[in-house]
T-cell receptor, first 111, second 114 residues
Framework: DAGVTQSPTHLIKTRGQQVTLRCSPK?????VSWYQQALGQGPQFIFQ???????QRGNFPDRFSGHQFPNYSSELNVNALLLGDSALYLC??????????FGEGSRLTVL | AQKVTQAQTEISVVEKEDVTLDCVYE???????LFWYKQPPSGELVFLIR??????QNEISGRYSWNFQKSTSSFNFTITASQVVDSAVYFC???????????FGAGTRLTVKP
């Protein structure tokens, strides 16, 4: 049973560019949440998708957007990258309000 | 507003020592859930335990045990007879009922030396 898979694992971008991160949830899970984890800090909630809709959003600017597809996979898009967007981006899947299962993350470096 | 505080930034112990990781939380809700996750160097957050606010019974799972005390808003995690493989960053987290914004503490980096 495959767990949560994320791609790419590492990527480097320059300021002002745009990035798309992808997530495939654990088999059977219908809900995907995205978190940003800066170095030395705990993860921070970006948003959650359920039934292809953004169900809840954390305190992140509109430069952060997402999408959930009919197969429950999800994408996180970040526009106009800033140096401060450098972080580990974690995807978590769950059954609606159940426990979160995390992927290994996509490490983004913005130069 | 919900908040989780892990005051211990780093802890270093020698193998076979017992170690307790502290977690203090704040919430106005009466229904909430508390979690512990382990983050090895690979980056994946590994789920360890979930407790709901109505169940203060302590739990033991092998070498791991958890002490939940609502009176002090604490949910502490003890590893008995620590092993080198326990070295990781441990996060305590809080989720209020019907709130998908799970709040994490800053984490405690545990190093277990042989």
């Amino acid at each position: 049973d495959a767990g949560v898979t994320q791609s790419p694992t590492h990527l480097i971008k320059t300021r002002g560019q745009q990035v798309t991160l992808r997530c495939s949830p654990k088999s059977g899970h219908d809900t995907v949440s995205w978190y940003q984890q800066a170095l030395g800090q705990g993860p921070q909630f970006i948003f959650q998708y359920y039934e292809e809709e953004e169900r809840q959003r954390g305190n992140f600017p509109d430069r952060f957007s997402g999408h959930q597809f009919p197969n429950y996979s999800s994408e996180l898009n970040v526009n106009a990258l800033l140096l401060g967007d450098s972080a580990l981006y974690l995807c978590a899947s769950s059954l609606s309000y159940g426990e979160l299962f995390f992927g290994e993350g996509s490490r983004l470096t913005v130069l | 507003a919900q908040k989780v505080t892990q005051a211990q930034t780093e802890i270093s112990v020698v193998e076979k020592e017992d170690v307790t990781l502290d977690c203090v939380y704040e919430t106005r809700d009466t229904t909430y859930y508390l979690f512990w996750y382990k983050q090895p160097p690979s980056g994946e957050l590994v789920f360890l335990i979930r407790r709901n606010s109505f169940d203060e019974q302590n739990e033991i799972s092998g070498r791991y045990s958890w002490n939940f005390q609502k009176s002090t808003s604490s949910f502490n995690f003890t590893i008995t007879a620590s092993q080198v493989v326990d070295s990781a960053v441990y996060f305590c987290a809080l989720s209020e009922y019907n709130n998908n914004d799970m709040r994490f503490g800053a984490g405690t980096r545990l190093t277990v030396k042989p």
